[in-house]
Each structure stands twice: as structure tokens, then as C-alpha cells.
């Protein structure tokens, strides 16, 4: 009995390529995806993001921080 028929180069090769495909996908896949998981933030790292992106003042940080701290 005679196994190949001549189609290895063909379909085959393909399904290899599709799944090689697939492997690097799962292994090289970004970080930042939408719908993943991140890690949960806490007020303050909220706070201090807020400071650097100028929406607060340092008056608003140093009141909401101590607001923040006396609360632990």
C-alpha cells in the first residue's frame, strides 16, 4: 500500500503553514489587547497619572493624595 499520492506539496503544506502561523500568533501576541485583563490600579497610581497628564493641579494631587493616604 502506497501512502502518497503526490498532494504532501499542496494542502499539506499549507495546513503546516497555517498552523505555524497560529503558533507564533499565540507566542508573539501584543500586551495591550482590548478585552485582556490589566492589572488593577489603585487611586493613587489614578491620582499620580492624572498629575503627569497636567488634567490636575499640584494643589488638587497634594489634597487628593492626603484624602487618599488617610483613608489607609
Known amino acids: 500500500m502506497h501512502y502518497y499520492d503526490g498532494t504532501f506539496g499542496g494542502m499539506h503544506l499549507i495546513w503546516w503553514f497555517i498552523w505555524l502561523a497560529l503558533i507564533i500568533w499565540i507566542f508573539f501576541i501584543p500586551t495591550d489587547i482590548p478585552y485582556q485583563k490589566s492589572k488593577k490600579e489603585n487611586p493613587?497610581?489614578?491620582l499620580k497619572k492624572r498629575f503627569a497628564k497636567g488634567?490636575?493641579?499640584k494643589e488638587e494631587f497634594e489634597e487628593s493624595?492626603?484624602?487618599i493616604n488617610s483613608d489607609n
Do not use: A, Q
Request: neutral net charge; aromatic residues 0%.
Open 44 to 46: 493613587l497610581d489614578i
Open 55 to 57: 488634567e490636575i493641579s
Open 65 to 67: 493624595k492626603k484624602l
